[in-house]
């Protein structure tokens, strides 16, 4: 393979590392809409489509893998590709969450809500925004701002626990609605875990960038 054909490769597979988060990003947005909104035709939607977003993952991964196998990358663009293979995974579970937000709506049905949902968006905006600044920074290979959205993530455990005493008042003060505050429980949890898997984002892009490991390189360059 000529190195020009090399070079358009490696920027195929970020392309279509992109895409894929786009993909994921449009998941949680929708999975969170269907649960707001008691949308169980958009809720099926996102569940058939987590297929497709594995699909992307796996074909990026042979992408990568048969790049690193046939053009033995050196230094930078060897982390580069092994970085594209993290993020995929990365994403994957992240839409994942997105199907289980959706299965948890398909769960409660037309049942009464609990309470309007208020924090469960607002940490879905939050994850999103999260996910889109890692990405932003993956493309620019910007250390410092992977390390802001590493921090981020404490707002989100925040807003999590907020949301979990919320929900454990409910409960205790009337047993009947144990069910539903699960259900609003478990989809905040899965909010939560797709902020940690984008503060995996950010990490898995300082080491593509540095070579080192989060905790190496801990403060924004002056």
Same mark, same amino acid.
């Given at each position: 393979m000529l190195r020009s054909e090399y070079h358009r490769d490696l920027q195929l597979v970020q392309d279509e590392l992109l895409m894929m988060a786009s993909m994921v990003e449009k998941a949680i947005g929708r999975s969170v809409d269907a649960l707001k909104n008691r949308d169980l035709l958009m809720a099926e939607e996102v569940i058939r489509e987590d297929d497709i977003i594995d699909d992307k993952q796996d074909e990026i991964e042979e992408k990568c893998i048969d790049l690193i196998a046939t053009q033995q990358p050196m230094?930078? *663009?060897? /982390?580069?590709?092994?970085?594209?293979?993290?993020?995929?995974?990365?994403?994957?579970?992240m839409g994942d969450y997105a199907e289980g937000?959706?299965?948890?709506?398909?769960?409660?049905? *037309?049942?009464?809500? #609990?309470?309007?949902?208020?924090?469960?968006? /607002?940490?879905?905006?939050?994850?999103?925004?999260? #996910?889109? /600044?890692?990405? *932003?920074?993956?493309?620019?290979? *910007?250390v410092d701002s992977s390390i802001e959205v590493r921090r981020d993530d404490d707002e989100i455990d925040a807003m999590y626990e907020q949301v979990y005493r919320e929900l454990l008042t409910f409960m205790l003060g009337d047993p009947t609605v144990i069910r539903r505050a699960t259900y609003l429980l478990w989809a905040a949890h899965n909010l939560e875990r797709i902020a940690d898997r984008t503060t995996n984002i950010a990490e898995n892009v300082i080491y593509m960038v540095t070579g080192e490991r989060y905790g190496e390189v801990t403060t924004p360059a002056g």
């Open positions: 230094a930078g *663009d060897l /982390r580069v590709l092994v970085t594209v293979i993290h993020l995929a995974s990365e994403l994957e579970r937000i959706a299965k948890i709506c398909r769960m409660m049905g *037309d049942e009464p809500p #609990l309470k309007p949902l208020i924090d469960i968006p /607002r940490m879905a905006e939050m994850a999103s925004d999260m #996910l889109r /600044r890692s990405l *932003d920074a993956f493309v620019k290979h *910007d």
